[in-house]
């Protein structure tokens, strides 16, 4: 009973994802803004507010056991990360290979993509940093933090700003599908945009919530840490899908939204949580943590090297070599 329910609560999640994600593809036409900014920063954001609500939720609101709490938080923040930087590039490879060829050329617009990249890297090597601060080094964690807080607001300011150009050169947003508001007869109009937007938020918590407690529950039984599960099921699980929304892109030669939407996210998910958890959690270099770092921040670097010779597919193939290497590590 309790995995139906954990099931449950995972398609909870995902539902409201897709109604989340939808206003936010309305709300970038309506402000006209370029599909860069939509997919780095708006669908990105979107996409990757399960993984944000779960350990935010773990840490601020979870269960009884302080520990278990921290295990799911931090599990949450390094988890997904992990996940966009391989296992999402790599199926995105895969779904292109029969039409474009092992050696088939990918072409992201390539200054959203470095700066995505750029950001990323700095960031979450202040994580890595932070694993090797003492925790009653309370100022150097807090510095760090702030650091990591202030990258990604420097980062939506640069990429807003380069927004309008990259309109002009025809890279606007377009929603292709009608917003499901008015799929019941109501308006397109802003305020229905954001009533979807919340509505969406809602019930992203009330899922989220269900979910923390089921993972606290199932970790004993499976005979697994909170922490490990966490790293393995919650970002797999609830953005993965998501994804799939670069995958479709991705098969459509929209390469731009396609790449935007996954390092738009790592931005995201390796700034603001990792912060988060520096203040709040003992965030230390225990195996699972320590190696899933440093196997996100390889494969953020493969791909930006890679990026300067120009993006091939089997370049993304090696991201998904990189996961598969985390599990054997991990699990042994």
Known sequence: MLFVELLGFLILIL?????????????????????????????????????????????????????????????????APLMLSTLSLFLMSAAVFGARGFKGELTPERSGL?????FFLVAFSLSLLALFVPHDGGWARALIAFAMVLIYFFYVLLT????????????????????????????????MI?????????????????FISGVEAAAPILGVSALMLSLMIVP?????????????????RKDTLAFGNITGAMVFQGTLLPAIGVLLTPW?????????????????????????????VWHLAVNGLLYATYLVIALT
């Open 15 to 79: 539902v409201a994802a897709e109604v989340f994600v939808n206003a936010l593809e309305h709300l970038g036409e309506k402000l006209n803004i370029s599909e860069g900014v939509t997919g780095s920063v708006f669908a990105a954001v979107g996409t990757a507010m399960p993984e944000t609500l779960v350990p935010l939720l773990a840490i601020f609101a979870g269960g009884t056991s302080a520990h278990v709490n921290e295990e799911i938080g931090v599990g949450a923040i390094l988890g």
């Open 114 to 118: 470095t700066r995505d990249l750029d």
């Open 160 to 191: 807003l700003k380069a927004s309008a150009q990259l309109v002009a050169d025809g890279h606007a947003t377009e929603a292709e599908e009608p917003m499901l508001l008015n799929r019941l007869g109501l308006p397109k109009h802003i305020t």
């Open 194 to 210: 954001l009533l979807q937007l919340a509505l969406g938020l809602g019930l992203l918590v009330l899922g989220a919530k269900g």
């Open 236 to 252: 797999v699980a609830t953005e993965l899908p998501e994804k799939v929304n670069s995958i479709l892109w991705i098969r459509k």
């Open 284 to 312: 230390v270099p225990q195996k699972e943590v320590l190696v899933g770092v440093v196997i996100t921040l390889a494969a953020a670097l493969w791909l930006r090297l890679m990026l300067r010779k120009g993006l091939r």
